[in-house]
Structure formats: structure tokens, C-alpha cells
């Protein structure tokens, strides 16, 4: 059971270039999100999702797409990389959004603009 | 809006003692649900404890333990005989019932010293 799959793990951007950063789960989960680490911030969660076809902001969505096309896979699009989104990124699902179900995170994207 | 804030950006312990780190929040609801969240040096998210605004006893989970004062909007979290495997950044974290969004806390750092 591999639970929340995030590829790629790193990656280094040229300011301006577009990429997709992939997220898989397998348990079925209804609700997904897309959350960055920044040092002294915490987690801030870009967009959500509460199922298949449903999207939503967090409170950073500003250069970020998303998608749900599937239960399972919710890809985090940036349009045209900035170096202020340089950052690690988490996935994130649970069996639903207002649970006390406890949120499955990957293992993170380490995302470098220069 | 919920808010979580956590003051201490760094704290260390020796290895057998306890350590509280500490926790506030903010929401104008009543029913919501609290996690601890650790993230080792692997950059993992791991669930550590949870616990539900409606439920007046403190959560615990083998060494580590809670304590929710509602009232107060407080939630730290004890770590009794700390391990070097406890080192790690603690996130604290606020999921309101009503809707679906995890907020996170700043995190702090904590270093067990052996």
C-alpha cells in the first residue's frame, strides 16, 4: 500500500518555466491538498480538494493550478515558476475534509527557482 | 479565519527528561479537532496525537500526552522521557468541523540532547 506518491522529489526551475508536480493516493481518499513549507511559516495550503471534479483556494493559490480529474490523483501545476515559489511541497489526502480523519502526507517535492 | 501560533521557534531537552511545547489557537467555532504533527529529519509528516474539542479528556498516546485548554485556546503537547529519535520540527494544527482546512502553526524545533 503506498499511500500519498509525490514525484518528483527535486527539481530545479528556470524563472519563467511551467512543470506539474504529481500526486497519487491509493486509499480512496476523498479530500487531497497542496500545502508548502517555508522555514518560520509552517504548512500553507494552496488549493483543495473535497472529490473528484471539486476544487478550491487555500490561502496561497496565487500562481498555482489545480486538478481532479480522478479520486486519486491531484496534480499541483505552476503556470510560470517565480523564485518566491521556491519551497517543499506536500500532498496530502484523507478520508474526507470534516473528519477527525488525520491528513496522509507524501513525502514532499523540493522545488528550486533560480 | 482560524490561526495557530506557536512561540517557541527552538527548544532542546536531554535525553530521559520532559519537554512541553506549546501551542494557541484561535476559531470561532466550537467544534474542531487539534493534531501534533512531527517531522523528522526524513522531512515526513507523522501524526503524533489528536484530539476533539468536544471531548474533555486530554489525549494521550504511549509517551506523549496533551493538554487542551479550551477555554484558553491551549494545546501543548508533553513528551515524557524523551527519546534521540524525538528530534524533530512539531507542528501543531487546527481543522475546524465545519469545513475541511488543516492550519499549521509555525513549528518548532526540538533537539534531544543525549
Known amino acids: 500500500n503506498a499511500g500519498v506518491t509525490q514525484t518528483p522529489k527535486f527539481q530545479v526551475l528556470k524563472t519563467g518555466q511551467s512543470m506539474t508536480l504529481q500526486c497519487a493516493q491509493d486509499?480512496?481518499?476523498?479530500?487531497m491538498s497542496w500545502y508548502r513549507q517555508d522555514p518560520g511559516m509552517g504548512l500553507r495550503l494552496i488549493h483543495y480538494s473535497v472529490g473528484a471534479g471539486i476544487t478550491d483556494q487555500g490561502e496561497v493559490p496565487n500562481g498555482y493550478n489545480v486538478s481532479r480529474s480522478t479520486t486519486e490523483d491531484f496534480p499541483l501545476r505552476l503556470l510560470s515558476a517565480a523564485p518566491s515559489q521556491t519551497s517543499v511541497y506536500f500532498c496530502?489526502?484523507?478520508?474526507?475534509?470534516?473528519?477527525?480523519?488525520?491528513?496522509?502526507f507524501g513525502d514532499g517535492t523540493r522545488l528550486s527557482i533560480l | 479565519a482560524q490561526t495557530v501560533t506557536q512561540s517557541q521557534p527552538e527548544m532542546s531537552v536531554q535525553e530521559a527528561e520532559t519537554v512541553t511545547l506549546s501551542c494557541t489557537y484561535d476559531?470561532?467555532?466550537?467544534?474542531?479537532?487539534l493534531f501534533w504533527y512531527k517531522q523528522p529529519p526524513s522531512r515526513q509528516m507523522i501524526l503524533v496525537i489528536r484530539q476533539e474539542a468536544y471531548k474533555q479528556q486530554n489525549a494521550t498516546e504511549n509517551r506523549f500526552s496533551v493538554n487542551f485548554q479550551k477555554a484558553a485556546k491551549s494545546f501543548s503537547l508533553k513528551i515524557s522521557d524523551s527519546q534521540l529519535g524525538d528530534t524533530a520540527m512539531y507542528f501543531c494544527a487546527l481543522k475546524e468541523t465545519s469545513g475541511s482546512r488543516l492550519t499549521f502553526g509555525e513549528g518548532t524545533q526540538l533537539t534531544v540532547n543525549p
Open positions: 476559531t470561532s467555532e466550537n467544534n474542531y479537532y
Open positions: 496530502a489526502s484523507s478520508r474526507d475534509g470534516p473528519s477527525n480523519q488525520p491528513q496522509h
Open positions: 486509499m480512496n481518499h476523498e479530500y
